[in-house]
Nanobody
């Protein structure tokens, strides 16, 4: 079972990035997938999640309206489209597979984690 996050990079404030979470070794369609982020010196923060079967989406207040999560079960990927990026979005972003069908805000409810991809927003 493996998840791999990719797509991070450096952008200026107001810029956009698209992160991808690719799954191998298991059927992505059977799991809700969440995105978390961790800024330097801070704890892991829940960002968004998408349910397994009906693709219900959830967002933290800090990213709602700017980030969009989606999934393509045929391609075994979950995408996090980020627009209007701010310096406070700078963090390592992780994707993870949830234990529950609609995901959770708690990292403890996620079983498998990708290695993380760095997003830097700076002028």
């Amino acid at each position: 079972v493996q998840l791999q996050a990719s797509g991070g990079g450096s952008v200026q404030p107001g810029g956009s990035l698209q992160l991808s979470c690719a799954a191998s070794g298991f059927s992505l369609s059977h799991y809700a997938i969440g995105w978390f982020r961790q800024a330097p010196g801070k704890g892991r923060e829940w960002v968004s999640c998408i349910s397994d079967t009906d693709s219900t989406t959830y967002y933290s207040r800090s990213v709602k309206g700017r980030f969009t999560i989606s999934r393509d079960n045929a391609k075994k990927t979950v995408t996090l489209q980020m627009i209007g990026l701010r310096p406070e979005d700078t963090a390592v972003y992780y994707c993870a597979s949830a234990r529950r069908p609609y995901g959770s805000r708690s990292p403890a409810e996620y079983a498998y984690w990708g290695q993380g991809t760095l997003v830097t927003v700076s002028s």
